[in-house]
Structure formats: structure tokens, C-alpha cells
């Protein structure tokens, strides 16, 4: 199982009981006055740290004092159950949002379907060309310069993902260090100019680890811990490749969570676990209890991912909500980070989907985004773009 790293000592331990005693006392009460969010949603995400509590939806009092004789603290007041496995402990849900195929090709929608502006609070666009990285600013698609710009202005965040499956072979810098620190460096720049973070999807098939830690020194000599954010994918399950056991305590941190720097600096801030094509959440969670059993993985700087929509298994059209809530409360339990999925796929000419993991009747809504975000707290209010 995950060992969790941190306090080590009594008097360390008593300063945390105490403070998570305090926080307690200082929860508010509170309930929803908009209809797409409930009572559960609102107390959990309204006190979050840090908060999330949009005054169109929710409304907050303090929670009465509890007086001087013992006893039970007096609850929430009361309202629709939560259900299982909601948890102000995520910090992030959203999808791949693959759009491009390096410079050569863009696919998005003209404008997010409204889903896309409430359901999740992190993007990640895909896909740029690893190939095309080292000539620097060019090597952006400009569909994502642009669909940036529109999340971020929905308070999103944002990640350009580099790679992808149909990439696997257009890595060659990676095999080098010099080169591998000059890419980092150019990724560096990329970030501080479109204020993204930055991941790696590396599917090839030979060890990269010498080349990502070259990478991330050059990043990290441009933007520190802190500033930029830097990601990478991992299989779904730790056989998925032989070098990922050898990369990962190389390149993530074993100890700390997403925000927190981390020894000299010179690491990423957390991994996304992809999902396997055609793979329910029972599967899943097979292959995520393989990376904990490793303990190379620090679950609280992973994202672990569900498929958005692929006939029959997808979580877009809401069919699949026990499930979600089955993933949701392993995740919780073992202190993850937050939850993606792959991938939403805009039409193209000619073709209702540009990828076979998308349910094109999910396009007009996606209610099972809206009941994920709900579960695990991270939903956002509607912003009109």
C-alpha cells in the first residue's frame, strides 16, 4: 500500500490534529440557490482551501457555535445525500482536448459546448509534435495559442500536451542530454509566454529517462517549481513499459503534493496515469492498485484517468456514474491528485469524431462530466464566452 511521507514525530503530529481541528470549527454552512449544484457540492467546495464557492450558486453562513458542554458537533443542515465518495480532497478533473496534430492539422469546436465551461477546471490540448519543439514559438499549432486563451479566460487551467501515440518515433532529441536541456529550456519559454503548463506524453518504445531529466534541468533553469507547472503520462499500469519503474523516482517527487517544491527543484510536479483504450473502471482500478503496489508512484502528485467516451464504456453520457463513484472513492482513499479522461474529440469534415475514444451524441451535453465534477468538488461556474 501508499505510504504516505511526511510528519515524523509526536509534537508534529499534535500541530497537525490541532489544526485540522480548528479548520473544522471554522466550516460555514452552506446550501445551494442554483439548481445545477446541490447542498453537498456547495459545503464541500465552499470550504475547500482554497475555496471554490461562486456566490450565483451557494450561499454560506458560519456554522453555529457548538457552546461550551460536550458533545457531537452539530452537522451540516439538512439536505440531498452526497452519495458516495465525493471529495474536497481533488484538486483537478478535466479532458485531453485534442485538437491538432502538431502544426499540420487543427479540429475544434468553433466555440466549448457549455459543458466544457463548468464540468472541468483543467485542460490539457493535444496534440504538439515533439519533433517540431525544438524550432521553438512556431512549433504551436495556433488553435492552441487561441482555445488557451478561451479556457483561461473561463479561470481554467491550461497544458499543452506534447506527443501522443502517433508521435512515438518523433522523440529524437530525447535520445540526446544537450539536446533534451536545450528542448526543455524552448518548452520553458513556451510556458512562461502562454501561461500553460507543459506535458510530456512520451509513448515510444526505448528508455527516455536520461533524456527527461536533462529535460526537465533545462525547464526548470527557465521556470522554477512554482511558476511552471510540468507533467508527464504514464501507462495505465506500470507494465505498460519497462523504463516507467526506472523514470518515475527520477523525475517525479516521492514526498509533498502538486505546489510544493520539492529537493533542489529540478523535478516535475505530478504525472497523469492514461487510461487503456476500452477499459472500464473495474479494469482500471486493477492497474492503478499495480502502481501503488510498486511504491515508485507519490499518489498525491497523480492524475488518474477514465475514459470520456468510448461506445459502451465512456463517462460522457452519464450511464456510467456507479462507476465513477466506484473510482472516486478508491482515488480518494489513496490521496490522488485529481482525475482526467481521454479524450473529447471535436467532428471533423467528413468524419463525426476525430478519435474512436468519443461519443459524438456527447457533444450537445455530457452529463456524466457534470456528475464527476459534482463528486469530486471541482466544478465551476458558467462563464458566457
Same mark, same amino acid.
Given at each position: 500500500?501508499?505510504?504516505?511521507?511526511?510528519?515524523?514525530?509526536?509534537?508534529?503530529?499534535?500541530?497537525?490534529?490541532?489544526?485540522?481541528?480548528?479548520?473544522?470549527?471554522?466550516? @460555514? &454552512?452552506?446550501?445551494?440557490?442554483?439548481?445545477?449544484?446541490?447542498?453537498?457540492?456547495?459545503?464541500?467546495?465552499?470550504?475547500?482551501?482554497?475555496?471554490?464557492?461562486?456566490?450565483?450558486?451557494?450561499?454560506?453562513?458560519?456554522?453555529?457555535?457548538?457552546?461550551?458542554?460536550?458533545?457531537?458537533?452539530?452537522?451540516?443542515?439538512?439536505?440531498?445525500?452526497?452519495?458516495?465518495?465525493?471529495?474536497?480532497?481533488?484538486?483537478?478533473?478535466?479532458?485531453?482536448?485534442?485538437?491538432?496534430?502538431?502544426?499540420?492539422?487543427?479540429?475544434?469546436?468553433?466555440?466549448?459546448?457549455?459543458?466544457?465551461?463548468?464540468?472541468? +477546471?483543467?485542460?490539457?490540448?493535444?496534440? !504538439?509534435?515533439?519533433? @517540431?519543439?525544438?524550432?521553438?514559438?512556431?512549433?504551436?499549432? @495556433?488553435?492552441?495559442?487561441?482555445?488557451?486563451?478561451?479556457?483561461?479566460?473561463?479561470?481554467?487551467?491550461?497544458?499543452?500536451?506534447?506527443?501522443?501515440?502517433?508521435? &512515438?518515433?518523433?522523440?529524437?532529441?530525447?535520445?540526446?542530454?544537450?539536446?533534451?536541456?536545450?528542448?526543455?529550456?524552448?518548452?520553458?519559454? !513556451?510556458?512562461?509566454?502562454?501561461?500553460?503548463?507543459?506535458?510530456?506524453?512520451?509513448?515510444?518504445?526505448?528508455?527516455?529517462?536520461?533524456?527527461?531529466?536533462?529535460?526537465?534541468?533545462?525547464?526548470?533553469?527557465?521556470?522554477? !517549481? #512554482?511558476?511552471?507547472?510540468?507533467?508527464?503520462?504514464?501507462? #495505465?499500469?506500470?507494465?505498460?513499459?519497462?523504463?516507467?519503474?526506472?523514470?518515475?523516482?527520477?523525475?517525479?517527487?516521492?514526498? #509533498?503534493?502538486?505546489?510544493?517544491?520539492?529537493?533542489?527543484?529540478?523535478?516535475?510536479?505530478?504525472? +497523469?496515469?492514461?487510461?487503456?483504450?476500452?477499459?472500464?473502471?473495474?479494469?482500471?482500478?486493477?492497474?492503478?492498485?499495480?502502481?501503488?503496489?510498486?511504491?515508485?508512484?507519490?499518489?498525491?502528485?497523480?492524475?488518474?484517468?477514465?475514459?470520456?467516451?468510448?461506445?459502451?464504456?465512456?463517462?460522457?453520457?452519464g450511464s456510467k456514474n456507479d462507476g465513477v463513484d466506484t473510482a472516486l472513492s478508491w482515488l480518494s482513499s489513496h490521496g490522488a491528485y485529481g482525475v482526467m479522461y481521454w479524450a473529447v474529440? *471535436?467532428?471533423? *469534415?467528413? &468524419?463525426?469524431?476525430?478519435?474512436?475514444?468519443?461519443?459524438?451524441?456527447?457533444?450537445?451535453?455530457?452529463?456524466?462530466?457534470?456528475?464527476?465534477?459534482?463528486?469530486?468538488?471541482?466544478?465551476?461556474?458558467?462563464?458566457?464566452?
Amino acid at each position: 500500500s501508499f505510504q504516505f511521507v511526511g510528519w515524523s514525530n509526536l509534537p508534529d503530529i499534535m500541530r497537525v490534529v490541532t489544526f485540522l481541528a480548528a479548520a473544522a470549527a471554522a466550516q @460555514e &454552512s452552506c446550501h445551494a440557490i442554483d439548481a445545477s449544484v446541490s447542498d453537498a457540492w456547495c459545503n464541500a467546495n465552499c470550504n475547500h482551501s482554497p475555496p471554490n464557492c461562486p456566490a450565483s450558486l451557494c450561499s454560506c453562513s458560519p456554522a453555529p457555535s457548538p457552546g461550551p458542554s460536550p458533545g457531537p458537533s452539530p452537522g451540516p443542515s439538512p439536505g440531498p445525500s452526497p452519495g458516495p465518495s465525493p471529495s474536497a480532497g481533488f484538486k483537478v478533473t478535466g479532458p485531453w482536448y485534442y485538437i491538432a496534430d502538431g502544426t499540420t492539422t487543427n479540429h475544434s469546436f468553433a466555440s466549448p459546448p457549455a459543458w466544457m465551461q463548468h464540468t472541468q +477546471n483543467i485542460v490539457s490540448l493535444a496534440f !504538439m509534435d515533439p519533433q @517540431e519543439l525544438p524550432s521553438g514559438d512556431s512549433s504551436v499549432p @495556433e488553435v492552441f495559442k487561441a482555445t488557451a486563451k478561451t479556457f483561461q479566460g473561463m479561470g481554467q487551467e491550461v497544458f499543452f500536451s506534447i506527443g501522443g501515440y502517433a508521435y &512515438s518515433g518523433r522523440w529524437g532529441w530525447l535520445q540526446d542530454a544537450s539536446k533534451s536541456e536545450a528542448a526543455g529550456k524552448v518548452a520553458a519559454a !513556451m510556458s512562461k509566454k502562454y501561461n500553460v503548463g507543459i506535458e510530456i506524453d512520451y509513448e515510444g518504445g526505448s528508455d527516455p529517462t536520461t533524456g527527461l531529466v536533462a529535460f526537465v534541468k533545462g525547464f526548470r533553469s527557465v521556470c522554477p !517549481m #512554482g511558476t511552471c507547472k510540468l507533467t508527464m503520462d504514464l501507462y #495505465g499500469g506500470p507494465g505498460g513499459a519497462g523504463w516507467q519503474k526506472t523514470t518515475v523516482p527520477q523525475v517525479i517527487p516521492s514526498s #509533498g503534493t502538486v505546489g510544493e517544491k520539492f529537493g533542489d527543484g529540478k523535478w516535475m510536479d505530478y504525472a +497523469n496515469v492514461m487510461v487503456i483504450d476500452g477499459q472500464p473502471v473495474t479494469t482500471a482500478i486493477t492497474y492503478w492498485q499495480q502502481w501503488v503496489d510498486t511504491k515508485v508512484l507519490n499518489l498525491n502528485r497523480a492524475a488518474f484517468s477514465l475514459d470520456a467516451g468510448f461506445p459502451g464504456i465512456g463517462i460522457c453520457d452519464g450511464s456510467k456514474n456507479d462507476g465513477v463513484d466506484t473510482a472516486l472513492s478508491w482515488l480518494s482513499s489513496h490521496g490522488a491528485y485529481g482525475v482526467m479522461y481521454w479524450a473529447v474529440c *471535436p467532428p471533423a *469534415p467528413g &468524419s463525426p469524431s476525430t478519435c474512436g475514444d468519443w461519443t459524438p451524441s456527447c457533444n450537445d451535453d455530457a452529463p456524466g462530466f457534470q456528475h464527476l465534477c459534482t463528486k469530486a468538488g471541482t466544478c465551476k461556474s458558467l462563464v458566457l464566452v
